[in-house]
């Protein structure tokens, strides 16, 4: 059992940057890779990131290649995602969610890989 807790939202004005994070906590936490996902209302997830804990690797979706930079500190058992160059299309609800036994592109891209999620934290980018 893993529990995820996100944080890092806010209101910022396009071009702003926001650094979420995402903290695990559960006695399992070392098997499962983290990614970020958005969803906005009636649409459905988006995937964003990954990072695998064991090896450290990183995965992106191409749209927000360059701009959102994923990380993580195992110690603290925590898994940010740097947010820069907003814009009011980068409106969502940010989650956090872990997948187990993940390896590659493909398997982290896909939303029904991860087994647990939290409750979300609110990216709002003002014109």
């Known amino acids: 059992q893993v529990q995820l807790v996100e944080s890092g939202g806010g209101l910022v004005q396009a071009g702003g940057s926001l650094r979420l994070s995402c903290v695990a906590s559960?006695?399992?936490?070392?098997?499962?890779?983290t990614g970020w996902f958005r969803q906005a209302p009636g649409r459905e997830r988006e995937f964003l990131a990954a990072?695998?804990?064991?090896?450290?690797?990183?995965y992106y979706a191409d749209s927000v290649k360059g701009r959102f930079t994923i990380s993580g500190e195992y110690d603290k058992r925590t898994v940010h995602l740097q947010l820069t160059n907003l814009a009011p299309e980068d409106t969502d609800d940010y989650l956090c969610?872990?997948?187990?036994?993940?390896?590659?592109?493909?398997?982290?891209?896909?939303?029904?890989?991860?087994?647990?999620w939290g409750q979300g934290t609110q990216v709002t980018v003002s014109s």
């Open positions: 559960g006695s399992t936490f070392s098997d499962y890779g």
């Open positions: 990072i695998s804990w064991s090896g450290g690797s990183t």
């Open positions: 969610e872990a997948a187990m036994g993940c390896t590659g592109w493909e398997c982290y891209a896909q939303e029904g890989r991860y087994v647990y």
